[in-house]
């Protein structure tokens, strides 16, 4: 071999050497990264596991679901859990301030979800008399709130969370904000219920913590139905964020923030599972309910359209794929008390 050849050889021993070095620790960084968020997840899912006392899986379902491989739906739970509302855990007691239903379809990697409005008159099991969706919770839990929320829809609740008002602030917090397309000004409180505290303007912004905060949740702009739109597209946004190149860093900081203000039934494999698919998500599309302001015994209600919400649990069902089986529990002997506001 000449000293050309030889030469040669070098050279290109060289380059393999800097095509693989940079290849090693990309990979090194990546196991480090994934061994970081494992670590993050299995703290944070030790904190926040609380599961349902129906069980693994849905009484709608025959068989248990996997987040990895199979369509899911989600509950979402957003707790005021105001001082004078506190109860167990911060939780029980706590009516619900928001409940967004999501279903995941893998193979067209998309999301359809839809608010539900809190003071929707809706049947909650195990009562006789219909009242606001958004005192299951205090009068039952999460528990509750899930078994009227398939009861509404007619469709399995696979997995929730739950979160209370200290999660959001800090998600967005450390998201850096996210960006919303507000339609009209917004003159809210805060989450120190100091009133008339956060001015929102039209326009597309980014919104800090405590203006998506209050963006998501006053009454006073408008109807239930477009709080429900708000919320929405709070969530969208917080997704939108989540999933770009840029916050991927932020994980493991997003996982602790939400560790101690958090409940659900997700385990840590299915958390593991969750942020693999949560990149593949390409499509979200947001579902309405439709209705109509109601007053029962001089109290509020947002009375529901029937064919709204048939319309709506179809939607559902297909995205799911889910043709119907299983069986509910349908008693519903039990007090007739009831909350107002």
């Keep these: 071999m000449d000293r050309q050849q030889m030469r040669k050889k070098k050279q290109k021993k060289r380059r393999i050497k800097f095509i693989v070095f940079p290849l090693i620790l990309i990979l090194l960084g990546t196991v ?10 299995a703290n944070a899912s ?23 491989k199979d369509n899911f739906s989600v509950l979402i739970a957003g707790i005021d859990d105001s001082k004078h509302r506190k109860g167990k855990k911060g939780f029980e007691g706590n009516r619900t301030d928001a409940l967004i239903l999501a279903t995941f379809n893998r193979e067209q990697k998309s999301v359809k979800m839809v608010s539900i409005p809190r003071d929707s008159y809706v049947q909650i099991p195990g009562r006789i008399n219909k009242d606001k969706i958004t005192h299951a919770h205090a009068y039952g839990g999460i528990d509750l709130t899930v078994d009227t929320v398939e009861h509404l829809f007619n469709l399995p609740v696979d997995y929730y969370v739950r979160v209370n008002f200290d999660a959001f602030l800090q998600i967005v917090d450390t998201l850096g904000g996210v960006d919303v397309d507000v339609k009209k000004k917004i003159v809210e409180q805060d989450s120190q219920d100091r009133p008339k505290a956060i001015t929102i303007e039209p326009g597309k912004q980014r919104l800090n913590p405590e203006e998506a905060l209050a963006y998501a949740r006053t009454r006073h702009a408008d109807s239930d139905i477009m709080r429900g739109d708000r919320q929405k597209q709070i969530v969208e946004a917080i997704i939108k964020e989540s999933t770009q190149i840029k916050s991927i860093p932020k994980y493991g900081q997003l996982i602790e923030n939400v560790g101690d203000n958090m409940s659900t039934n997700f385990t840590l494999g299915n958390m593991i599972a969750l942020l693999k698919y949560a990149k593949s998500i390409n499509n979200i599309e947001s579902l309405s309910l439709e209705g109509s302001d109601a007053r029962i015994n001089n109290i509020y209600y947002y009375s529901l359209d029937e064919q709204s919400v048939l319309d709506v649990s179809n939607k559902l069902k297909e995205h799911l794929d889910y043709s119907g089986t299983g069986t509910t529990d349908t008693d519903t002997n039990s007090s007739t008390d009831s909350t107002t506001n």
């Excluded at 480090?32 to 997840?41: A, E, H, N, R, V």
């Excluded at 030790?46 to 990895?68: C, F, V, W, Y």
Aim: aromatic residues 10%; charged residues 25%.
């Design 32 to 41: 480090g990264f994934g061994s970081y968020l494992t670590y993050k997840l």
């Design 46 to 68: 030790s904190k926040a596991q609380e599961t349902l006392s129906r069980g693994e899986k849905s009484n709608l379902r025959l068989n248990a679901i996997d987040p990895g």
